[in-house]
């Protein structure tokens, strides 16, 4: 089962960034419901592998993770293959990552062997942005910069199954792990 971890975001955030995305001209925009932020990709994991993590992840002691969007970005280099809002590297979201990378220890799964870039993959572009815009994309970007930003906490982490479809990918939440209150937070209650 294609497969991944990662932290849903709150709808006041995921429609502030829907807005962003509705002014600039091209690309396929990642769907509202299906904005994130990636913890790690499994890719294709047999069942009993995500019942060990599921184990593993059942005994996740991390904090909730304050969401700090920087600006924006891509990957791809002089061909973009998408574009993204760049995440802070806050220390509760790097503990986070150091945790679930122990949880993919227990369950005997490879971790990814990438460097961890957190990000909210806003657009793709396929097999990437036509060498005229990607020419213009820094200017584009320039004048789209980022919405106000509710402030937002980031509370649980969410395992994933992704199917692709002709019409874009599928995403259906399969667990979810609660994650501790931030320091100073009290909670919901």
């Given amino acids: 089962m294609r497969s991944f971890l990662a932290l849903p975001l709150p709808d006041p955030v995921a429609a502030a960034l829907t807005w962003l995305q509705a002014g600039l001209p091209f690309g396929r925009p990642v769907p509202q419901p299906n904005l994130h932020l990636t913890l790690a990709f499994l890719g294709d994991q047999p069942e009993a592998r995500l019942i060990a993590l599921d184990e593993a992840l059942r005994e996740l002691d991390?904090?909730?993770?304050?969401?700090e969007i920087t600006g924006l970005g891509s990957f791809g280099g002089d061909r973009p293959r998408l574009l993204f809002a760049d995440v802070a590297p806050v220390p509760e979201l790097l503990a986070l990552h150091r945790a679930i990378r122990g949880a993919l220890r227990l369950a005997a799964m490879p971790a990814p062997k990438e460097r961890f870039h957190p990000h909210i993959t806003l657009f793709r572009f396929g097999a990437g942005l036509r060498p005229q815009l990607a020419e213009r994309l820094p200017a584009l970007?320039?004048?789209h910069p980022l919405p106000d930003l509710p402030a937002a906490t980031l509370d649980r982490v969410g395992l994933y199954r992704s199917s692709l479809r002709p019409e874009g990918a599928r995403y259906d939440l399969l667990a979810d792990y609660p994650l501790a209150p931030a320091a100073g937070l009290s909670p919901p209650g």
């Fill in 62 to 67: 991390a904090p909730a993770v304050p969401l």
């Fill in 141 to 143: 970007l320039a004048d």
